[in-house]
């Protein structure tokens, strides 16, 4: 019963380089959600994606930041030119292709934790 | 901007204790949930509870809501050390699920 994966699960990164996160939902999921946490907070939303499609990237940088969910293959957040503001915890989530509005539970990965020195 | 603000911030209590976490929120919601993390880890959904309903249980944790408030509560009864985790609360936005910073919980051996 594979749960929502993500790797990598940690990354190092030097300022400026790319970062690419990966995001496979559950099984049966076609939503798929992006959060950041930052040390000692809580997460904050970046984007929504249901496959192919960007429903809301409301929360997501304007630059160097970009996400997708192709037809085929894993979700991926990307980063640009990185930044030592960049470190953080990225967060994927699933939730069913109904979506949240019938208040079904999203369904968090283990998260992947960023480091750019 | 984030939707809900947990208190307090930090919580230290012995085994065996009850812990008591809150939850305000700001615009009306359908759904409130609260989740557990484990330092390094993801998040564990808990429990949902819907704007109809005013208390659920779920084994050693109950859930209160109060939408004339805009609050929920989280209570874990007779702590263990191993509820030591950062619990949030999260609300329904538009299209996704709004948290707030979090209660760190430590419960002491």
């Known amino acids: 019963n594979a749960g929502v994966m993500q790797n990598p699960r940690h990354l190092v990164r030097r300022r400026g380089q790319e970062a690419r996160l990966r995001c496979s939902p559950m099984k049966g999921h076609s939503h798929v959600y992006w959060y950041r946490q930052l040390p000692e907070e809580g997460l904050k939303f970046m984007v929504y994606?249901?496959?192919?499609?960007?429903?809301?990237e409301s929360g997501m940088p304007k630059e160097r930041f970009s996400a997708e969910f192709p037809k085929e293959g894993p979700s991926i957040l990307r980063i640009q030119q990185v930044v030592r503001g960049d470190s953080a915890a990225y967060f994927c989530?699933?939730?069913?292709?109904?979506?949240?509005?019938?208040?079904?539970?999203?369904?968090f990965g283990e998260g992947s934790w960023l480091t750019v020195v | 901007s984030q939707q809900g603000e947990e208190d307090p911030q930090a919580l230290s209590i012995q085994e065996g204790e009850n812990a008591t976490m809150n939850c305000s929120y700001k615009?009306?919601?359908?759904?409130l949930q609260w989740y557990r993390q484990n330092s390094g880890r993801g998040l564990v959904h808990l429990i949902l509870?819907?704007?109809?309903?005013r208390e659920k249980h779920s084994g050693r944790l109950r859930v209160t809501l109060d939408t004339s408030k805009k609050s929920s509560s989280l209570l874990i009864t007779a702590s263990r050390a191993a509820d030591t985790a950062s619990y949030f609360c999260?609300?329904?936005?538009?299209?996704?699920?709004?948290f707030g910073a979090g209660t760190r919980l430590t419960v002491k051996p």
């Open positions: 615009t009306s919601i359908n759904n």
């Open positions: 999260a609300t329904d936005g538009e299209n996704d699920m709004r």
């Open positions: 989530a699933s939730s069913p292709p109904q979506g949240r509005n019938s208040g079904n539970t999203i369904y």
């Open positions: 509870i819907r704007s109809n309903e």
């Open positions: 994606l249901q496959k192919e499609n960007i429903i809301d």
